[in-house]
Nanobody, 116 residues
Framework: VQLVESGGGLVHPGGSLQLSCTAYGFTISRYHMSWYRQAPGKDRELVASISNGGISTNYADQVKGRFTISRDNTKNTLYLQMNNLKPEDTALYYC??????????WGQGTQVTVSS
């Protein structure tokens, strides 16, 4: 059982990236899914979350209007579209699966660096 993130990289301010998180060994359709990030010297923080059916989403104030969380349960994959990236978005981004009565899984993280 694992979550594998991909899509991170180095991008200029104002640029875009799409992160993916694919689950192996379990089906994400029964789980709520979230993206978190952790910058050096800071606590891990919630970026966005999406309900198991994809109907309900929530975003941190810092990313509202710039990031979009989505999921494709047929591909067992979670996404985070990040637009208008800022240097303060630089962090290691993690995906998490969770739900009432279900185990919580974390991915290993993918690095996003926003720099000119």
């Amino acid at each position: 059982v694992q979550l594998v993130e991909s899509g991170g990289g180095l991008v200029h301010p104002g640029g875009s990236l799409q992160l993916s998180c694919t689950a192996y060994g379990f089906t994400i359709s029964r789980y709520h899914m979230s993206w978190y990030r952790q910058a050096p010297g800071k606590d891990r923080e919630l970026v966005a979350s999406i309900s198991n059916g994809g109907i309900s989403t929530n975003y941190a104030d810092q990313v509202k209007g710039r990031f979009t969380i989505s999921r494709d349960n047929t591909k067992n994959t979670l996404y985070l579209q990040m637009n208008n990236l800022k240097p303060e978005d630089t962090a290691l981004y993690y995906c998490k699966s969770h739900g009432a009565g279900r185990p919580t899984y974390w991915g290993q993280g993918t690095q996003v660096t926003v720099s000119s």
